[in-house]
């Protein structure tokens, strides 16, 4: 993979310059995790997302529990853009291990719930707006963060969401070429705030796969102290 390095570091400047990946990014984000929840329940309605399901797509799933079973085993799980929990079928929750899953429209929460095992919740959300007082130990962005505005805000904001040795894994599937340059542009964001600390590449008869375990530049703990000070502020 380093013969390649050059290439996408070149690719990442242009498109930085131009503003293309911006561009690109903001036409994805239009009907993306910002979008209306209409139009999401419309999709799960009509069945696009079905295809997820097929055997084809299993891999992707598969790694990511893979990752989580041996980096964080019985670790808490927050899942971005769960769907009809298909990740959450994936990893088998043992009795006890605490899963939260959100997702923008109602109907794929509605099936996701039908299948919720242990300590599983699910939750209407999208990733701008989703709050929470609780801290996980994995926090899975699976085909998410190029549907995002700002991914690299994403990962700042949920890094407060970490416990402090907590990761990130994320997962982002490439198309065709459009599509490979505005993940490479995504990419190049997300590691402005987070650490690379493993990654495979994985090919599908369908598509590729680029997964990552990724750790917040700035520690959970920092984000939460950095947070009460400025509590501390408004209240001064």
């Known amino acids: 993979m380093s013969r390649f390095k050059p290439w996408t570091s070149l690719a990442v400047l242009l ?4 503003g293309l990946g911006r561009l690109l990014r903001g036409l994805r984000a239009r009907h993306g995790y910002r979008g209306a929840e209409a139009d999401w329940n419309a999709d799960y309605a009509d069945g696009k997302w079905r295809f ?9 799933y598969e790694l990511i529990a893979l990752y989580r079973s041996r980096l964080k085993p ?16 994936t990893i088998g929750l043992a009795q006890g ?14 099936i996701a719930e039908t299948t919720a095992t242990g300590n599983a919740t699910f939750r209407v959300a999208t990733a701008e707006n989703f709050q929470t007082w609780e801290k996980f130990d994995v926090i899975v962005f699976n085909e998410v963060l190029y549907y995002c505005a700002d991914p690299g805000a994403m990962i700042s904001k949920y890094a407060g969401f970490l416990k402090p040795d907590g990761i990130f894994v994320v997962s ?8 490979g340059l505005t993940k490479l542009d995504v990419w190049h964001e997300i590691e402005r705030h987070a650490r690379i600390t493993t990654e495979v590449s994985l090919v599908g008869p369908a598509a590729g796969w680029v997964i990552k375990v990724l750790t917040p530049i700035v520690s959970p703990a920092a984000v939460v102290n ?7 502020a408004v209240v001064a």
């Open 226 to 232: 950095l947070s009460e000070r400025r509590k501390v």
């Open 15 to 18: 498109m930085g310059e131009t």
């Open 74 to 89: 019985g670790g808490s799980i927050l899942d971005i853009g769960c769907g009809e929990g298909i990740l959450h079928d």
């Open 172 to 179: 982002m599937a490439l198309c065709g070429i459009r599509d």
């Open 52 to 60: 997820l399901h097929d055997i084809d797509q299993a891999c992707h």
């Open 97 to 110: 291990l605490r899963y939260v899953g959100i997702d923008p429209s109602e109907t794929a929460i509605e």
